[in-house]
Nanobody
Framework: QVQLVESGGGLVQAGGSLRLSCAAS????????MGWFRQAPGKAREFVAA????????YGVDSVKGRFTISRDNAKNTVYLQMNSLKPEDTAVYYC????????????WGQGTQVTVSS
């Protein structure tokens, strides 16, 4: 099993920044892809960004491109999501997840961290 613990969420005004962190522990692998998802009230969960074990990044939500940056520190088994120029529509619970190499799904999830952006 892999345990994921997110941190860094909170309340911020529009235009502000937050950096989310997600620390992985347990049976982690150096080849895991780590991703961020979010779910706003009444909406489906959506893919935000992911980073492979060799640092290839993908962003799934057009509205965050250019504002959010995903990164990882393999030595610390930690993935980050730097969020700049935050907008009220970024308000959601943000989840960290792990995808094993060659597995077409995310099997491990964190408990989520709330991000609230006030206008």
């Amino acid at each position: 099993q892999v345990q994921l613990v997110e941190s860094g969420g909170g309340l911020v005004q529009a235009g502000g920044s937050l950096r989310l962190s997600c620390a992985a522990s347990g049976r982690t692998s150096s080849t895991d892809t780590m991703g961020w998802f979010r779910q706003a009230p009444g909406k489906a969960r959506e893919f935000v960004a992911a980073i492979s074990w060799i640092g290839i990044t993908t962003y799934g939500v057009d509205s965050v491109k250019g504002r959010f940056t995903i990164s990882r520190d393999n030595a610390k088994n930690t993935v980050y999501l730097q969020m700049n120029s935050l907008k009220p529509e970024d308000t959601a619970v943000y989840y960290c997840a792990v995808q094993r190499l060659s597995v077409p799904r995310y099997d491990y999830w964190g408990q989520g961290t709330q991000v609230t952006v006030s206008s």
